[in-house]
């Protein structure tokens, strides 16, 4: 299993958080990982992303030219990462704040408010959660259960811990979305 990600969207979202969560929750099931962060000039509102890689075998490179998956946050970060996409590749878009029509025929989209299901938990910053809730359903690479103990492992070592169950709920709330699709 060799799988290549790339999650973009504002710097603010969560981009950076959503991508290290994913990371160590393939830690914690023994797999190898990079994870590559990526900043643009401005703290909020800029453009974040991340690359993460997941394999079982050796790694030898952080550097994600073509993903086989693309979690997308933003309007701008689709236009700039989308023609990028391997063909058979998953799109996950968040159709809160990207409303433009997609006509991919060669990758499969998912598009997910991502937003207004935040909204309903009572946090809109859950959202990367929420994403990163239907990558992992869709995909299989980790398990929803070593995702929340990586969640509490990383949260609980800051002064975020008390945030660990509203993103447990989010994680959950964007694993059963995708369920229902």
């Known amino acids: 299993m060799f799988e290549e990600l790339i999650i973009a969207g504002y710097g603010g979202q969560g981009i950076m958080f959503c991508g290290t969560l994913l990371a160590h929750s393939a830690m ?3 797999l190898n990982v990079t994870f590559f962060p990526s900043y643009g000039a401005e ?3 800029g453009t974040a992303n991340c690359r993460v890689v997941i394999a079982t075998e050796e790694i030898g490179s952080p550097i994600v030219k073509n993903p086989s998956s693309l979690i997308i946050f933003n309007k701008d970060s689709l236009i700039r990462f989308a023609g990028q996409l391997k ?3 998953l799109l996950i878009v968040n159709s809160s704040l ?3 029509e997609i006509v991919e025929e060669k990758v499969e989209v998912i ?3 991502v937003n207004q299901l ?3 938990l009572g946090n809109n910053k859950v959202a990367n959660m929420v994403g990163l809730g239907v990558y992992i359903k869709r995909k299989g690479i980790v398990s929803l259960e070593s995702t929340i103990r990586a969640l509490q492992n990383i949260l609980l070592k800051t002064e975020k811990k008390n945030l ?3 993103n447990k709920e989010a994680l959950k709330a964007g694993f059963q979305y995708q369920a229902t699709l």
Do not use: F, T
């Open 43 to 45: 703290m909020r509102g």
């Open 87 to 89: 063909e058979k590749g």
């Open 28 to 30: 914690e099931e023994g």
């Open 118 to 120: 935040a909204q309903k």
């Open 164 to 166: 660990i169950e509203i």
């Open 111 to 113: 598009k997910v408010p």
């Open 98 to 100: 990207v409303k433009e």
